[in-house]
């Protein structure tokens, strides 16, 4: 499991939904990073066997950290910038098609 190294007082800290539960998460860190101080093993699965997988690059290269973020699908989530409210699900299997009413 990862953890923050460590949490300046001063820091100002938000609160988001992870498929129904609270979090609460630094402001300035990315959903991926928040995710996995969370203790979330993982942020989706893959479309054929359902194998987890988790954030592995951290710089938008790698896609293995894709979840839905307020509702749009194929988010890179270590791309994405925590904000208050935000809503947060595992991408379960293939991606679907983004509604453009959405995006
Ligand atoms: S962790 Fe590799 S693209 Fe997000």
Do not use: W
Request: one cysteine or more; a negative charge.
């Amino acid at each position: 499991m990862l953890k923050r190294l460590h949490i300046e007082q001063q820091q100002k800290m938000l609160t988001i939904d992870f498929e129904g539960n609270t979090l609460e998460v630094c402001a300035g860190e990315t959903v991926a990073a928040a995710i996995l101080a969370a203790g979330a093993e993982y942020t989706r699965t893959t479309a054929i066997s359902g194998a987890h997988r988790a954030p592995y690059c951290q710089m938008g290269i790698c896609f293995e950290c894709l979840m839905e973020i307020d509702g749009v699908p194929n988010r890179q989530a270590c791309m994405v910038e925590v904000r208050e409210g935000m809503k947060v699900n595992r991408q379960y299997g293939a991606r679907g098609l983004v509604d453009e009413k959405n995006v």
